[in-house]
């Protein structure tokens, strides 16, 4: 499936060097993470760096950069949100032909399998990306966030999870609805700063290509 990330070109190695290497930090140590991300703050931009930019992990991760595997999911791409349809959209992404089916137990039997294939073929760490993961804020959604808790158990050394929103879950009664899985949600916090300038000013330069015009000083001053 499809994810709609920017068309950018090649990121530089050093792209959001700092907020990427305290996310790389935070897994390197075991740990999963919210990204918080508001409306504009380049949210969708960082996890292209970090899903399609090997240049960039190689920069922080030098020789152990083959132990790392970033998997982006956009949960807003699911039409019907239930256990079943999260479990094979999971799983579509882990797996290029994958049969869709109702039946919970076989998608997680396949999605187990999935995992366990991912991790012996390439990465000692299988990192799945949930953006738009406040989305997800349903009761009637129990049994998936107990699965996705139970996947890490049987995988703890090496699946961690980037719960990717444009806004924070803190509260116990924000957390509630999660059960289990609330513990990985509040795990670490990480805001997602403004670009610095000069990653603002590689961001314009590729806009500039993809318009093939120059914005004015003016505007470019004021992003």
């Known amino acids: 499936m499809r994810e709609n990330f920017p068309p950018f070109g090649k990121f ?6 700092e907020v990427i290497g305290q996310i790389l930090a935070i897994i390197s140590r075991g ?4 990204l918080v991300g508001l409306p504009g703050s380049g949210k969708s931009i960082l996890l292209s760096a970090l899903v399609h930019s090997p240049q960039i992990l190689k920069f922080h991760l030098k020789e152990k950069v083959g132990g790392y595997h970033f998997l ?6 699911i039409p019907e949100r239930n256990t079943s349809s999260l479990l094979y959209f999971i799983l579509s992404h882990l797996e290029k032909e994958v049969a869709e089916s109702p039946n919970i137990d076989f998608l997680l039997r396949k999605t187990q399998e999935a995992i ?3 991790l012996s073929n390439r990465p000692k760490k299988l990192i799945l990306i949930l953006d738009e ?9 129990s049994h998936f966030f107990h699965i996705l808790r139970g996947l890490h158990q049987e995988n703890r050394f090496s699946l961690y999870f980037i719960f990717a929103l444009g806004r924070e879950i803190l509260t116990h009664q924000g957390l509630l609805p999660f059960g289990a899985l609330g513990n990985l949600i509040a795990e670490n916090v990480l805001y997602l700063p403004p670009l610095s300038k000069k990653d603002a000013l590689w961001f314009i330069g590729e806009q500039e290509k993809q318009l093939g015009k120059n914005f004015p000083p003016v505007k470019k001053k004021i992003f």
């Open 12 to 17: 530089p190695p050093d792209f959001r060097k």
């Open 31 to 34: 740990e999963n993470l919210q």
């Open 72 to 77: 982006y999911l956009n949960l807003n791409l």
């Open 116 to 118: 366990k294939n991912c």
């Open 133 to 141: 993961f406040e989305g997800l804020v349903d009761p009637a959604l």
